[in-house]
């Protein structure tokens, strides 16, 4: 059974850094891209970022400059890297898996889910 488990999440300041992680357990997914969506309340859910096996990525433009994704696949692992941040930030962020190689930055590119984490940027 597949399973991705994202931490890190909880309350920062504007302006301030924060790291999520995902750890996907169940098989491997070296060979797969793996991305961060996030959801605020009231919103839909919306691409953050995504990271190829080879480490080749894609950013939201809103992110642009501010997150960083990287992954290490010994550990079977995602971060996100989240630098300055803003209070339109705060939203659940989701870790996102697919069975591809490719990039994708839509949710339905996406075969399977994390939880969410909580991410709360005061102002």
């Known amino acids: 059974q597949v399973q991705l488990a994202e931490s890190g999440g909880g309350l920062v300041q504007a302006g301030g850094s924060h790291r999520l992680s995902c750890a996907a357990s169940?098989?491997?997914?070296?060979?797969?891209?793996m991305g961060w969506f996030r959801q605020a309340p009231g919103k839909e859910r919306e691409f953050v970022a995504a990271i190829r096996w080879s480490g080749g990525s894609a950013y939201a433009d809103s992110v642009k400059g501010r997150f960083a994704i990287s992954r290490d696949n010994a550990k079977n692992t995602v971060y996100l890297q989240m630098n300055t941040l803003k209070p339109e930030d705060t939203a659940v962020y989701y870790c996102?898996?697919?069975?591809?190689?490719?990039?994708?930055?839509?949710?339905?590119?996406?075969?399977?889910w994390g939880q969410g984490t909580q991410v709360t940027v005061s102002s």
């Open positions: 996102a898996a697919r069975g591809r190689t490719l990039l994708g930055t839509r949710p339905s590119d996406f075969d399977y």
């Open positions: 169940g098989r491997t997914f070296s060979n797969n891209a």
